[in-house]
């Protein structure tokens, strides 16, 4: 019985409990004596993080509490891109955080390059923002896993639907 099995190779952050991460950081922001009239905002803007504060060491301090709630719920710090910090109206500043959901075609490249490169028995194909891999072997794919798992691409990698 040589059937095939697969597994996707994926990127994804799963936005309801980032949501409650930034949620649980405006509470403690609103309680810590050193920001709590400090006028320092988290704000959703679609898919990305709006942090605003005083000045920059109030921003970093704000950010600090944001990434160490991101860390409790689950959510990896690889797949928040930080821009420049800008400066805003009043004196403020702001750093704008987006969140990668998914593979870049770069970074699925990559992920295909070192598969090929494991010289074991499988194909990797990309599909839209994450790479499908299969083979006939259960132990290949484990070998594969592992593999990824060793490799930074610089975003966290998933991997769902091992069949």
Do not use: C
């Amino acid at each position: 019985m040589a059937t095939e099995s697969s597994f996707d190779v994926v990127s994804k952050v799963d936005l309801q409990e980032a949501k409650n991460a930034v949620d649980q950081a405006l509470k403690e922001i609103g309680t810590r004596f050193d920001l709590k009239d400090s006028a320092s905002r988290i704000e959703w803007e679609k898919e990305e993080l709006v942090v605003s504060a005083k000045d920059a060491h109030k921003l970093t301090a704000v950010i600090d509490i944001l990434e160490s709630k991101m860390i409790r719920r689950g959510i990896p710090l690889k797949n928040l891109d930080k821009k420049k910090i800008e400066e805003a109206l009043g004196g403020t500043v702001r750093q704008r955080i987006a969140i990668k959901q998914g593979l870049s075609a770069e970074i699925a490249k990559k992920v295909t390059q070192e598969i090929k490169g494991s010289k074991l028995k499988v194909q990797a194909q990309i599909q839209g923002d994450s790479v499908r891999v299969s083979g006939k072997s259960r132990d290949d794919l484990q070998a594969v896993i592992a593999r990824l798992k060793g490799v930074d691409f610089g975003i966290d990698l998933q991997f769902t639907n091992y069949r």
